[in-house]
């Protein structure tokens, strides 16, 4: 139990979630790991973003409970909980308002370092995702192309060292070049860093690349949770519709 | 007068009457915006609030400025006259632009900004400070933009509560038909509105990332926000100057029209001879002057005995002058009061005027002479008189008149169009200066229809007892002006377009008081 709860660092227990009376989650059990990439993987509507949003108290679940290191999400401060969480989403979801810099010193801000420290972190952090610092730092979002924008997203989320990443489909708006480099890079750093990441998408290609294991989600439900190689064997139904997807593609090229 | 050679001549006294509208604005849109942001972030809290809240908005925009005044007069601390009610009555219009901009702005901002904001940790605070209300601004500026251009439109209105202002020169030109005045009123607050666009335009620019570029831009803020900070200076100063010294003060009103003002300008300079400082609160429109005093903010203003008698305390007229004005001074006194000085000596009653020579080659005297020749003439009758009880319906049955043709025009085009024969008969002013100049002639009013409207001032009670000086001047001005006096004071300025202070203090000289 006690190697469990050390090896744990986010815990799904009997979670469900409803909004205005339609059953979101339902009976949600899973265990995320120290240090594992874990992807959720499922079409729109199926409850992965919501999985996601339960880890970093955007919601609370209607029934059960979500830890976080051993501590139940509504028991954390939910400042304090988001501020050890970093989040990408989509696009980035950079401030349209705020330069890179203060985009991506935003968390260490908040937490209130000494603006040296940030600076430093700021260029240490652009280098990371593969952007210059003197020709990055001071632009603004919009002055940047969605590859770079999403990087900028990445590095934001990774500010103040949490030691877990929720990614929303951090790659999907990007073009499929694009898509595959950052896909890499991005599996490069969490390595490297050593960081717990729960990344949700509908690309099964892009599961196989980045999980140490897949997480099915239908309708709400965990179909089944396995690594990259037992989902290529699998049999389930659902597991096949998505590899023949991938198959047509292969056929394509 | 050229319009160049007026604005030469009135240049100092046009920028005094732009600097109250500016300040008048802005502290307007200031405290519009305190009170409206917050309450706009509020409504995008709670949704419930938010019908309730707009609708009110809404509906205070409706309400027509001079009525908003009209109700804000009687209401202590936040009525009365002068600045305080015209503040009221602006920011009460401001508010719904502002308002609804912030709720449109920050419901605006994208929902994934928003989360991203909360998923990094921000507090609601923080939300709300560094992305809701940034990202809000140019949709909030673009309403206080809004809210400013209409605020120089009614500040305009702002006159006639003796807030001054642009309207000060826009009422009096409507009133003397100069065009003049009209035109320097009206075009100063049109540029003014649209400075005020141009500038809220170029500040609504800067908040607007859009637009911004990564580096320029930030010394225009500094200007800006330098601009901003010296006219809240200005105008707090302003403001601070006009509280210093209110307290010794005699608040002297007048209504809105020149006799009335000139009568008030007589008792001010008066005062002011004996070192009484005195608050000018002149042309003030209907019967506010009546209800300021009442209220407390005006001590004295010049009223006809008629007017008490019939539109304030609502007796039915009767003709007997001595009557009319015991009554109204027992009335005053117990109901408001008020007291009541002696007659200045002079009546200013409706005239029904005639052309001089018509008279003379009909030879008529008095209404009842005319009275055969109603049928073939045209009348000219003002509004005022076209509306009250004691005009046009009483007197024409009265007299048993029925005129080929009835006009309803402005008071002051009646003299002109009686003198062009556009009309034949025209209900004036006793005491209007053109009647001599225009050679017109006044029929007596034989069967006494018209109430007396005898001159007096009106002042406070507490205010004489406050004031020892106003009590000598009330009885030095016991019957000192005769009609023909009054008349000739009158043409002075509507005829000759003069300064008024400069024809009183000549009176004032002249007489020795």
Redesign the interface.
């Known amino acids: 139990m006690s190697d469990v709860a050390h090896r744990a660092i986010v815990e799904f227990d009997n979670v469900s979630f409803s909004l205005s009376g339609t059953n979101i989650i339902t009976d949600l059990n899973l265990i995320v790991e120290r240090g594992e990439t874990l992807v959720l993987l499922g079409e729109s509507g199926c409850g992965k973003t919501t999985t996601l949003k339960l880890v970093n108290r955007l919601f609370e679940p209607s029934a059960g409970e979500v830890r976080v290191e051993g501590k139940t999400t509504t028991s954390w401060d939910p400042i304090e909980l988001r501020r050890r969480i970093g989040y990408v989403i989509q696009e980035g979801g950079l401030f349209p308002h705020f330069t890179i810099a203060r985009n991506v010193g935003l968390v260490p801000a908040l937490a209130g370092w000494e603006q040296q420290r940030i600076d430093e972190r700021v260029r240490e952090l652009l280098s990371l995702v593969g952007l210059d610092p003197d020709r990055f730092a001071e632009r603004y979002p919009r002055e940047l192309s969605g590859g770079q924008r999403q990087r900028i997203g990445v590095a934001r989320a990774l500010a103040a060292d949490p030691p877990l990443l929720l990614l929303d489909e951090p790659f999907g708006a990007l073009d499929p070049l694009t898509r595959a480099s950052l896909q890499r890079e991005f599996a490069d750093v969490a390595t490297r860093l050593g960081k717990t990441a729960i990344l949700v998408t509908h690309d099964v290609r892009e599961a196989l690349i980045l999980a140490r294991r897949i997480g099915l989600m239908h309708k709400g439900r965990l179909l089944l949770l396995e690594t990259p190689e037992q989902f290529l064997a699998s049999d389930h139904p659902q597991v096949r519709a998505y590899l023949e997807t991938l198959e047509l593609k292969g056929d394509d090229r | 007068m050229s319009f160049w050679h007026f604005l030469q001549l009135n240049w100092s006294e046009l920028l005094s009457l732009v600097q109250q509208h500016v300040v008048l604005v802005f502290i307007a849109i200031l405290v519009a915006v305190v009170i409206g942001v917050p309450t706009g972030v509020l409504l995008t809290r709670y949704r419930s609030l938010r019908g309730p809240v707009l609708g009110i908005a809404n509906v205070m925009q409706t309400i027509p400025s001079l009525a908003l005044f009209g109700f804000l007069i009687p209401l202590p601390f936040i009525g009365g006259i002068g600045t305080r009610t015209a503040l009221v009555a602006l920011v009460l219009y401001s508010l719904l632009p502002i308002i609804r901009n912030t709720v449109t702005g920050i419901l605006g901002v994208?929902p994934?900004?928003r989360?991203?904001?909360?998923?990094?940790?921000?507090?609601s605070s923080?939300v709300l400070r560094?992305?809701e209300l940034?990202?809000a601004m140019g949709v909030i500026v673009t309403g206080i933009r809004v809210a400013t251009v209409i605020a120089v439109g009614v500040t305009t209105i702002a006159a006639a509560v003796g807030a001054g202002g642009l309207g000060v020169y826009i009422f009096r030109g409507l009133r003397q038909y100069d065009n003049n005045l009209l035109l320097a009123g009206a075009l100063s607050a049109a540029l003014l509105a649209l400075a005020a666009d141009f500038f809220l335009g170029l500040l609504q620019r800067q908040f607007s990332?859009?637009a911004?570029r990564?580096?320029a831009g930030s010394t225009t803020r500094k200007l800006l926000l330098a601009a901003g900070v010296l006219i809240l200076v200005i105008g707090g100063f302003a403001l601070w100057r006009g509280r210093a010294t209110s307290e010794a003060r005699v608040s002297v009103g007048s209504k809105d029209f020149t006799e009335s003002a000139l009568l008030a300008e007589i008792v001010a300079q008066m005062l002011e001879a004996r070192g009484v400082p005195v608050e000018r609160r002149f042309e003030l429109g209907g019967n506010l002057p009546h209800e300021a005093m009442i209220a407390g903010t005006l001590d004295l203003y010049p009223e006809y005995t008629g007017t008490s008698y019939t539109a304030i305390l609502h007796h039915t007229p009767i003709s007997d002058p001595r009557a009319v004005y015991e009554q109204v001074k027992q009335e005053y006194a117990a109901k408001f009061n008020v007291a009541v000085s002696e007659p200045l000596g002079f009546e200013n009653t409706f005239a029904m005027l005639v052309r001089g020579d018509d008279a003379r080659r009909l030879n008529l005297k008095t209404i009842s002479d005319a009275a055969p020749q109603a049928p073939q003439w045209r009348a000219g009758f003002g509004q005022d008189f076209m509306s009250r009880a004691d005009g046009y319906p009483g007197f024409s049955k009265a007299y048993g008149l029925k005129f080929a043709e009835v006009r309803e025009m402005d008071l002051s085009l009646t003299y002109i169009a009686l003198s062009s024969k556009q009309v034949d008969l025209v209900a004036g002013n006793s005491t209007e200066g053109r009647i001599a100049t225009l050679d017109l002639f006044q029929l007596a009013d034989d069967r006494h229809y018209f109430p007396p409207y005898e001159a007096v001032y009106l002042v406070r009670q507490d205010s004489l007892m406050r004031v020892p000086a106003l009590q000598e001047v009330m009885t030095k001005l016991a019957n000192g002006i005769s009609t023909d006096e009054m008349r000739r004071l009158n043409y002075e300025i509507d005829g000759n377009k003069r300064d008024p202070k400069e024809v009183v203090k000549e009176w004032i000289a002249k007489r020795g008081l």
Do not use: C, I, Y
């Not at chain 2, 989360?115 to 507090?123: D, K």
């Open positions: 994208d994934n900004v989360e991203a904001a909360v998923a990094m940790g921000m507090t923080q560094q992305v940034p990202l990332f859009e911004k990564s580096v």
